[in-house]
């Protein structure tokens, strides 16, 4: 884009090579200086011009940014981040699972510890066998995947995961889903 420039930071703010997955930031023209409040204005860039997203992603030697997702769906276990469309894309793969119908959602196990759980829509959710082999397929799947275990995995009929009207999933209401 036409005076918008980007890149690709760690945690600290350095800039990461390529493939290196870290927060996207943007800086030019057509980025919002900051956000006018009832309490007054709120500035939305650093001292650099540099604007956070809140996106993941990284940059690859063309220069051209890919999103992985948002900051705030990240599920840290064992040290290690794992991103909800990395395990839904692994739970889309198994057989009576509605295509684009999985949702991730991170869960809080506790003394600082997140696990996560996963929903999927099916046409046979009221049929008990099916659904075991649903839920045992989607559990094995994100474990090939991502090499960790959802702590649940349900299985709901179509329609049930809340999606934005332009059809992205929203994470943070398919939590009650879940638990």
Not at 45 to 74: A, S
Not at 139 to 162: C, F, Q, T, Y
Request: glycine share 10%; hydrophobic share 40%; with cysteine.
């Amino acid at each position: 884009m036409t005076g918008l420039e980007a890149r690709v930071v760690d945690e600290d703010g350095t800039v990461l090579p390529a493939r290196g997955v870290g927060v996207i930031q943007l800086r030019g023209e057509p980025v919002t200086p900051g956000y006018l409040t009832m309490a007054g204005f709120i500035p939305a860039q650093d001292e650099h011009g540099w604007y956070d997203t809140g996106d993941l992603g990284y940059q690859l030697e063309n220069g051209h940014i890919v999103v992985c997702g948002r900051v705030k769906d990240v599920i840290i276990m064992a040290g290690r981040n794992i991103y909800p469309t990395d395990i839904e894309r692994a739970a889309c793969r198994v057989a009576g699972v509605r295509p684009g119908c999985a949702v991730a959602v991170r869960l809080d196990a506790g003394h600082s510890r997140e696990t996560f759980a996963v929903a999927v829509e099916s046409n046979a959710h009221q049929d008990p066998a099916e659904v075991r082999r649903i839920e045992h397929d989607v559990a094995h799947e994100v474990v090939k995947e991502v090499d960790m275990r959802p702590r649940n995995v349900v299985v709901l009929g179509p329609g049930s995961i809340p999606k934005t009207p332009s059809g992205k999933l929203r994470r943070a209401n398919s939590v009650a889903l879940v638990t």
